[in-house]
Structures are given as C-alpha cells and as structure tokens.
Nanobody, 127 residues
Framework: QVRLVESGGGSVQAGGSLRLSCAAS????????MAWFRQAPGKERDGVAA????????YYDDSVKGRFTISHDYIKNTVYLQMNSLKPEDTAMYYC????????????????????WGQGTQVTVSS
C-alpha cells in the first residue's frame, strides 16, 4: 500500500508564499506521474500541477501558471508545490496524487487517472 503524506499547508495573506510537500512511502520513480489537486468547499477536486516523475515534464492549470512550481526530489521521494503570489481563490484543501499509468501531460491534471491519494493539507489565503 503506497502512502502519500502532505505537509506545509497553513494560513497566509494574499501575496504570500507556501511550499507544500508530498512524501511517498516508495520510490517516486516507480510512478509515471504525480500531481497536486485542490478542492474548495462545495466544489470539485481540480488539478493544479502535474509532473512526470521519470523526467522533468510539468503541466499546470492556467489559474496557477507563473505562480506555482511543481518539482520532485528522488533522494527524498518527495514532490513539492511552491506557491507564490497566493490569492484568496487559492484557498482549498490540497491533495497529492500518484499513478503508475502512462499519461500525457494534459491527462496529468485529470483526477480520474490517479489511484493513490494523500489525506490533504489545508491552504487558507486571506485578503
């Protein structure tokens, strides 16, 4: 059973930054893609950023392009989401996900493609 554990969430003011971490219980190169999703109350869980864990290809939702950066560390088996210039509309529970299924970049933001999920970490941005 693969475990994904998120951390790094918190409360910040608009314009601030946070870095989320997702630690995997296994070698992340065993996955094809890992991604960050977010879900606000009453809304669907949407893809934010995805990364090919066997390379460096990344893909972002338009709402976060230029502000968020996804990266991975093979030694720590961890995926990060650096979030800058945060806005109140970024407020949500953020989830890490992983899959072994080969994906295209745009499929990386499709939650139905992922079978492994973390418990989430809350991000709250105040105006």
């Amino acid at each position: 059973q693969v475990r994904l554990v998120e951390s790094g969430g918190g409360s910040v003011q608009a314009g601030g930054s946070l870095r989320l971490s997702c630690a995997a219980s296994t070698d992340i190169s065993s996955f094809s893609y890992m991604a960050w999703f977010r879900q606000a109350p009453g809304k669907e869980r949407d893809g934010v950023a995805a990364i090919n864990t066997r390379g460096r290809d990344t893909y972002y939702d338009d709402s976060v392009k230029g502000r968020f950066t996804i990266s991975h560390d093979y030694i720590k088996n961890t995926v990060y989401l650096q979030m800058n210039s945060l806005k109140p509309e970024d407020t949500a529970m953020y989830y890490c996900a992983a899959t072994i299924v080969p994906l295209t970049a745009i499929q990386g933001l499709d939650r139905l493609r992922y079978t492994n999920w973390g418990q989430g970490t809350q991000v709250t941005v105040s105006s």
